[in-house]
Every structure is written in C-alpha cells, then in structure tokens.
C-alpha cells in the first residue's frame, strides 16, 4: 500500500504554502517530516488525509483518490495537534466523548487500546478537553492515533507539552504499535533529536517545498561540519555540496553532504566532525542556508 | 458508512433530550408562574406538546448552528467524507423532527381533536425552519462573525419575548389560538421554508467542499 501526493499545491492568496510537493509514503515505515514553523507541514498532512482540498495535484492511495473516498480513508488517520483554545467549541467534548466519536470513524478501532492508554497516561477521560494541560491534549491524539489502527497514521506533533518521561513513553508505545503492526507512521515534530532514533525515513519541508526525503541514518552519515580557518575550510570543501556556512572572523564552519566516494579533502588544517540530524536540519533550513 | 450516521443520531437523541428539557424548564415555570392549582393543570398539560416544539426549535436552531463551528470540522478531523458529513446533517436534521413530532402526537392524543391535527404542518413547519434558520446563522457566523451575532441576538430576543408571554398567559389556548393563526399562512410559509432551505442547503454543501480543518 502506497500514499502518494503528485504535484500537490496550496495556495493562501499569493503564497504557495505547499509548493509542488511529490512524495510517496510507503506501507511499513516510520516517517519523520520536519520544518520550520509555517513550512507548510499541517497544510501538507491535511491534504494528504483530505482534510484539507487542494488547490492542485492529487492525493492517491494505491492509485485510488483519497478525496471523499471512504475506502482509502479507512486507512488513514490524522491525529491533529488539538487546539481547544480557539473559540470553536470542540473544547466542551469531553474526552471520553471525543474517544467515543474516533471509534465510530476508524474501523479498526481497538477499544482495549484506547483503554489500556487512558490509563497509562491517566487521562481524566471526564473532563472536557478545554480543561486538559497541553501535555494531556497532546496525549489524547496520541491515544486517537495509536488505537485507530489505520494503515497509515499521521501524527502532528504528538509530543508537544509532554514531558520528557511521557515522550519516552510515547517513542517506546509508538516502536511496540510498529513492531506488532508494521504500520506506517509520519510524525511531525519540532523536537528532533529525540525523535531521530524512531524515524527511518526524514522528510524535511522548507517554505512549502520539499528539500529532501532521505534515510535518516544515511543522512546523519553523510553529512560533516567542517571547521578552521576560513581559506583552510574553503579549500577543505571544494567541489562538495555545501549546505551551510558561517563566518567569525577569519574562522569558518561549513556543513556538507558527503556523496558516495567522496571524503574532505586530506591535508587540510580543519576539523572534519560528525553531526545530528537537528544540525543536519539547521543547517538545510536555517537562515543561511544555500 | 453506517459508522459515520452513528455520530448524528447520537446528537439526534441528544437534540431531543434538550428539546424536552426545554419543554420541562417551560412546563414547570408555568406551573409555578400560575400558581397551581388542580383545576388548571389539565390545562397547562395540554400545552405541554407546544412546549416540546417550542424546547425543539430552540435545541435545533442551536445544534444546527453549532455544526457548523464544531461538528463539521470534528467528522471531517476524524476520517469523515464531506458527503457523509452532508447526508448526516440531514439526516439529523429530518430524524429530528420526525421524533419531536411523534412525541407531540403522543402526547396529545388523549386530548386531540381534528382542530389539533391541523396544526400539524404548523409544527413540522417550526422545527423545519429551525433547522434551516440555525444552519444559516452557523454559515453567517462563520463567514461574517458580525451578521451571525446579530442574527443571533435577534432571534433569540424574539424567541426570550414570546416565552415570557406565554409563561405569562400559562393556558394551553394561547399556543393553540396562536399556532392556529399561523396555521392560515401554512402555504406562504412552507414556501419561504423551501426557499430558506434551498439557499441553506446549497450554501452548506459548498461551504463543506471547501472546508479546511481547524480544530
């Protein structure tokens, strides 16, 4: 089974908040897409679970349309980041409410799921979600996302406002859920080094387009900070695919992109060091980027 | 698709729980306002359907307008097709008036004439206006806050106003003498009914093509 986007466009006025994005998410995988706020990562995840239209470009499942197609969307599940603060009204649901309602449109709910995790996470399922925390929000689209079951289940920033136990706990659920399914996960998130260790696969989404989809260990591997003296560094990194530079004074930093056969050239007075994906991202997305 | 109609019949039964609860609230407080006595109650019974319809409007107007801010964003956020979303509004819609017009049958059977059976259109044509009047609000607020407010405060002004005149009056007869009244205009009024719903209907289905998300 194979999500594919092709061409997709979403245009807010004059600006492109998805920019001709392709991309083709295989069963079996744990995705991790990446970007800057207002990169367009919502608006992407929205419209590959139609929730969102497009402006153009198609959104397919196994070559079927996902736009109001009840087949494909029994696949797929999009645990939106919950924002009850908005004056919208979904904050007076309560959580048992808002749990009931998930069961009734996934069709591989698992209850047992569902209450093995309110439990675990001890979620007042009482309550309404306007009077839950940040973390316990986060933590219901967590259970949304775990219990539905679907094939391919995207999470948006599912560990935002929890704390860093409830986030080994969820990475330790998430890693199980694979294990024992093989479904397919995206997960977006800001925090990304903790999340580098579960993703095995990293899309990374700048001002609406796509900069790279890549494996992530092959990514981490490729990619070197190189620092000195600025001639030294620029000599270092000749003929290689620079991404980021930074300049103190006669002192230079440089990230690149290794490909196959190639290494930093030898002889050089710089210091060649290993990075993670965070610097990786920084350094494709951050202000100085090439 | 069956699993996604689970949803709206929920708030169907729900719908018409608050419709009676309103009814109740009604009921009660022209017991009280009346000052009770065994001789009147036959009499404040006997306007206990009207209240049911009254209570309905209110709960439907309500629900219809909430839709738009909170339902639909939530089905369509839970795997929803805009379709399902669609056909279960109105299904909703329908299923609700069906119910709060068979319980006001029931509850004036032991008492109906062939004067109370013609003032069946008057009811349906109560309910079904709620629903399209609180639906075009719910749009209105969501397009332009400030028509939907005002649209708002209207309607429930008006709706404030003739409870207190009923609770004042307390007899059945008023409702019977007033729904009678409005029973000479059935024919205007399920015109401009149609013409609302139509307008309702079709401002609905596009506003639910081009909804985006946002919970």
Known sequence: ?290 | MARGYRFWFRYLWQTVAVGAAAAAVMFLLTGVGINIRWVQISGVLAGLPYYLVLGSAIALTMICFTTHLVYFPLVLSLGSTRREAFLGFLLYRLGTVVVTTALCLALLLPTATGETWQLLPVWVLILLFSCSLGSLMGLSYQKLKFLGILMMVVLFALVGGCVGFFLAGGEAQIFVDLFAALGRYVVIGGILWLLSAALDLALTHLALKHREVKL
């Open chain 1, 1 to 290: 089974m194979k999500l594919v986007c092709n061409d997709l466009v979403k245009t807010y006025g004059h600006k492109n908040a998805v920019d001709h994005v392709s991309l083709t998410l295989e069963q079996g995988k744990i995705y991790g897409l990446i970007g800057r706020n207002g990169a367009g990562k919502t608006t992407l995840l929205s419209m590959l679970t139609a929730q969102n239209p497009a402006t153009s470009g198609t959104v397919t499942l196994d070559g079927e349309p996902v736009w109001e197609n009840r087949r494909a969307l029994d696949h797929l599940c999009f645990s939106r980041e919950l924002n009850v603060s908005q004056e919208n009204g979904v904050g007076a649901i309560k959580v048992k409410e808002y749990l009931r309602l998930a069961s009734y449109y996934y069709p591989g709910w698992d209850s047992q799921l569902a209450k093995r995790l309110v439990e675990l996470f001890d979620l007042p399922v009482k309550k309404k979600l306007m009077k839950l925390s940040k973390g316990m929000l986060s933590m219901v689209t967590i259970v949304v996302a775990l219990a539905s079951k679907a094939a391919f289940t995207i999470l948006d920033e599912p560990v935002a406002g929890l704390d860093v136990v409830a986030r080994e706990n969820f990475y330790k659920l998430l890693l199980e859920e694979y294990a024992a399914t093989g479904r397919t996960f995206v997960i977006s998130t800001h925090i990304i080094e903790e999340a580098a260790d579960v993703l095995e696969e990293v899309i990374i989404l700048h001002q609406g387009k796509i900069l790279t989809v890549a494996n992530t260990q092959e990514l981490v591997d490729s990619a070197r900070y190189v620092s000195g003296r600025a001639e030294d560094v620029d000599a270092a990194v000749e003929g290689l695919t620079v991404c980021h530079s930074e300049t103190m004074g006669r002192s230079k930093g440089a990230t690149v992109f290794l490909k196959p056969g190639e290494q930093i050239r030898p002889g050089c007075d710089v210091t060649v060091q290993p990075i993670n994906l965070q610097k990786v991202f920084v350094a494709m997305c951050g202000e100085e980027a090439h």
